[in-house]
């Protein structure tokens, strides 16, 4: 049950570190970019996604939870 629930914090502790300052600040009508370079290249690449609204995170995080809930309490140990 911890694991669950330690799976399930950081899940939405790693989403809300993927969005800068910047991006949070910015009004949500268009879509949000962000420039990376790649492991192993020196090109960047511009990689853009539709901004998501506080809404559409608490769904998200609802969404996880249910499927978190459905899972299997007690895996069979192989043996």
Same mark, same amino acid.
Do not use: W, Y
């Given at each position: ?32 970019? =962000?420039? *990376? ?8 690449? &511009? @990689?853009?996604?539709? #901004? =998501?609204? *506080?809404q ?7 969404? &996880? @939870?249910s499927?978190? #809930? ?7 140990s192989?043996?």
């Open positions: 049950m911890k694991c669950i629930h330690a799976i399930t914090i950081s899940l939405f502790l790693l989403g809300g570190c993927a969005v800068s300052q910047e991006q949070q600040n910015a009004d949500n009508k268009g879509p949000v970019c =962000t420039r *990376e370079i790649r492991v192993g290249s020196n090109i960047p690449v &511009v @990689n853009c996604a539709a #901004s =998501t609204t *506080e559409d995170r608490q769904r998200m995080v609802d969404d &996880v @939870n499927s978190m #809930s459905n899972m299997p309490r007690n895996l069979p192989g043996k």
